[in-house]
């Protein structure tokens, strides 16, 4: 079966650095999405990855290995607006989204 | 980015009614749109594939009469929730895929409560 798993919840302090990790099983992979939830709204596209290495854009970078089935989403310089869930998603063979239950991130000051 | 728009944003409704919510890509034409819902704190769940000029495909468990799925032109798919009941109460959001199939982009979703 397909299977996307990353940790349910995470607690980062202002201004520090925090990775959230995301392990995949798919049938196929045709690139993984990061995307950022803030409550009662929908998901915002924050990156895409479909080979192997580290993409940084901004505070944000994610990185992909796609032989370990391993993705990153790394986040710097916390701020406190960065609160919210965190969804990884893989794009298998038949270019459908397969969703992780995605990771809540709690920023503390 | 591209931008996908919802109407209506929000929408209360009896029970037993029937609730029709669109989804527009506004600047780029979209093949394919996704229907989701998420119920509080929980993930997202697909429940059907828009394909533009043909019949929605349905994910396991979603009743196609309930929840019709009309993808008309390239730039718009509507979902109507037919005799609705409280537990449809659910965030519904929509999503377009781009034309190079790369990426989706996200409507701003539909908070639909039904008493």
């Known amino acids: 079966g397909q299977n996307i798993d990353q940790p349910t919840e995470m607690t980062a302090t202002e201004g520090a650095i925090v990775q959230i990790n995301c392990t995949y099983q798919?049938?196929?992979?045709?690139?993984l999405f990061w995307y950022q939830q803030h409550a009662g709204e929908a998901p915002t596209f924050l990156s895409y990855?479909?080979l192997d290495g580290l993409e940084e854009k901004g505070r944000f970078s994610s990185f992909l290995s796609r032989s370990k089935g391993y993705s990153y989403l790394l986040l710097k310089e916390l701020q406190m607006k960065d609160s919210a869930s965190y969804l990884c998603?893989?794009?298998?063979?038949?270019?459908?989204?397969?969703w992780g239950a995605g990771t809540k991130l709690i920023i503390k000051p | 980015g591209a931008v996908v728009s919802q109407h209506p944003s929000w929408v209360i409704c009896k029970s037993g009614t029937s609730v029709k919510i669109e989804c527009r890509s506004l600047?780029?034409?979209?093949?394919?749109m996704f229907w989701y819902r998420q119920f509080p704190k929980q993930s997202l769940m697909l429940m059907a594939t828009?394909?533009?000029?043909?019949?929605?495909?349905?994910e396991q468990g979603v009743e196609k009469d309930k929840f019709l799925i009309n993808h008309a032109s390239l730039t718009l798919s509507t979902l109507t929730v037919t005799s609705a009941h409280p537990e449809d109460s659910s965030f519904y959001i929509c999503?377009?895929?781009?034309?190079?199939?790369?990426?989706?982009?996200f409507g701003p979703g539909t908070r639909l409560t039904v008493t």
């Open positions: 828009s394909n533009e000029g043909s019949k929605a495909t349905y």
């Open positions: 600047d780029f034409q979209a093949t394919t």
């Open positions: 990855n479909v």
């Open positions: 798919t049938s196929g992979f045709n690139g």
């Open positions: 999503s377009a895929r781009d034309p190079t199939g790369r990426e989706q982009y």
């Open positions: 998603a893989v794009m298998d063979s038949n270019y459908q989204l397969i």
